[in-house]
């Protein structure tokens, strides 16, 4: 028998089925609602709303509903503004997600988040400057990396979060029960076997779209203290990441790289921009301390 959802995650399924419902308004529904009120009248409040209103499709909000059910029989776990596993770092952000699904321990409210993005083709030297560098400042941290798990220096930031002994998140582009890339799904075994999470803002059996990486990156952004761009090019998913993050007012990292390299130089935009320089381990360090 597939179980029931609680009113309150069911309504903040709504974040899946329409595009601009969020925790803020989620949240606003909370305070006008009694303690567990019947799903009709949660209804009638929604369909109340100006920026809601009829536009709202309940059979999606039915057939979620059983979806996210058969992810709770999964091993997965969704969250809410309500609930203390959902991210502290998202409370007051502007278009936070009111749902969150997630396979492992809530791990991105401990301790401080580092985001790592860059290139899926990265150059040798990248690989060999995170081997010795990150990996440096990370086994003196017990910083939360963050990452999108792509092929490059996403999977190589949770690898080395693994080898030093730091928790790590996979942020999917698309749904826990469809992770992608492929090539993902071994590492994010180890990931969960090590105490670390995989969560996503997506549908659990959601396909990834070209607009899922955008949102993506924004919820990446949303969920660190401070962001390390190893290499990207310009107008990149990583290269909109660092940008998200110094528009919040985070502290960014960017590795410098030769004027030379396409494959640089939104690093040197970064920087010539305000981004902090990063050369070395201690550069990380004082980022996470």
């Not at 939360?144 to 693994?162: F, K, M, N, P, T």
């Not at 994010?188 to 999470?197: H, N, P, Q, S």
């Not at 690093?267 to 980022?287: T, Y």
Request: hydrophobic content about 40%; proline content about 6%; some cysteine.
């Amino acid at each position: 028998m597939v179980p029931t959802l609680p009113w309150h995650l069911k309504l903040a399924s709504l974040s899946w089925v329409h595009s601009h419902f969020y925790a803020s308004q989620f949240l606003q529904l909370i305070k006008i609602l009694p303690e567990k009120p019947p799903w009709s009248l949660v209804q009638q409040k929604v369909e109340s709303l100006l920026f809601l209103g009829p536009k709202v499709r309940w059979d999606q909000v039915e057939q979620l509903e059983r979806e996210l059910c058969q992810l709770l029989q999964n091993a997965g776990q969704l969250v809410c503004p309500l609930d203390q596993e959902f991210p502290i770092r998202l409370q007051n952000k502007e278009k936070a997600p009111a749902l969150l699904s997630y396979l492992g321990k809530s791990v991105w409210n401990h301790n401080t988040s580092l985001a790592v993005v860059g290139a899926r083709k990265m150059e040798s030297e990248s690989k060999v400057w995170m081997n010795r560098e990150l990996r440096g400042a990370l086994s003196r941290s017990s910083c939360c990396v963050i990452s999108g798990g792509a092929l490059g220096v996403d999977q190589e930031s949770h690898r080395l979060a693994l080898r030093s002994g730091c928790p790590t998140v996979v942020v999917l582009p698309s749904g826990l029960l469809n992770p992608y890339p492929n090539s993902i799904k071994s590492l994010c075994e180890v990931i969960l076997a090590r105490g670390g999470g995989i969560l996503s803002g997506f549908s659990p059996f959601s396909q990834v779209k070209p607009h899922h990486f955008y949102r993506r990156n924004h919820l990446l952004a949303q969920l660190s203290d401070c962001l390390l761009l190893v290499q990207a090019a310009r107008r990149s998913g990583s290269h909109m990441s660092a940008l998200m993050a110094m528009e919040q007012g985070l502290d960014v990292g960017v590795v410098p790289g030769h004027p030379s390299q396409t494959g640089f130089l939104a690093n040197l935009d970064l920087i010539h921009d305000g981004a902090r320089v990063v050369r070395q381990s201690a550069d990380i360090q004082s980022m996470i301390s």
